[in-house]
T-cell receptor, first 109, second 114 residues
Framework: RKEVEQDPGPFNVPEGATVAFNCTYSNSASQSFFWYRQDCRKEPKLLMSVYSSGNEDGRFTAQLNRASQYISLLIRDSKLSDSATYLCVVWSGGFKTIFGAGTRLFVKA | DTGVSQNPRHKITKRGQNVTFRCDPISEHNRLYWYRQTLGQGPEFLTYFQNEAQLEKSRLLSDRFSAERPKGSFSTLEIQRTEQGDSAMYLC????????????FGEGSWLTVV
């Protein structure tokens, strides 16, 4: 079993739609959680950290469920520019920052 | 721009040649990482430095790979006797101890072995 698992998609949604991604992690001792965005042939860029109480940044909402060991990302009012791969990232201390394989999102006009 | 800097950005080399990539992390960051990414996969951990000490190496890092971080500043990743399977994007990232380990990536170095 992979340490961080994501549905690879692709998710094809129309502009304005709401879309949600989930990610599960296996290490119950994991300490920090993040979502990164990666455009084609570019480096991953931090989208947002994920806090235990849940957090929101504009159209993006992240949730953490420690009991079930999953993280979610909700994107409201999707824009064409949201088309990218979204990477779930889990830090378990020290050097252990583990990336999921990513979920691909295509937003269409 | 004070982000993570990598060079060269692209490298095409013949099988069997040696290549070296350089990474300059964000200046105050003491942690430095190398990752490798292939199409359709997330970044895979290769190695980690805290200051100048290389504290962890992945089993993915064969004997042909070596990384250094002299003086705890920039880092180099060398691949000797390159193979076609080494073709990938090599990503450098850095973070600051105690920041919850938010890591920041450079733009990556694309390696194509022909």
């Amino acid at each position: 079993r992979k340490e961080v698992e994501q549905d690879p998609g692709p998710f094809n949604v129309p502009e304005g739609a709401t879309v949600a991604f989930n990610c599960t992690y296996s290490n119950s001792a994991s300490q920090s959680f993040f979502w990164y965005r990666q455009d084609c042939r570019k480096e991953p860029k931090l989208l947002m950290s994920v806090y235990s109480s849940g957090n929101e940044d504009g159209r993006f909402t992240a949730q953490l469920n420690r009991a079930s060991q999953y993280i979610s990302l909700l994107i409201r009012d999707s824009k064409l520019s949201d088309s990218a791969t979204y990477l779930c990232v889990v830090w378990s201390g020290g050097f252990k920052t583990i990336f999921g394989a990513g979920t691909r999102l295509f937003v269409k006009a | 721009d004070t982000g993570v800097s990598q060079n060269p950005r692209h490298k095409i080399t013949k099988r069997g040649q040696n290549v070296t990539f350089r990474c300059d992390p964000i200046s105050e960051h003491n942690r430095l990482y190398w990752y490798r990414q292939t199409l359709g996969q997330g970044p895979e951990f290769l190695t980690y430095f805290q200051n100048e000490a290389q504290l962890e190496k992945s089993r993915l890092l064969s004997d042909r790979f070596s990384a250094e971080r002299p003086k705890g500043s920039f880092s180099t990743l060398e691949i000797q006797r390159t193979e076609q399977g080494d073709s990938a994007m090599y990503l450098c990232a850095s973070s600051l101890n105690g920041s919850g380990n938010t890591i920041y990536f450079g733009e990556g170095s694309w390696l194509t072995v022909v």
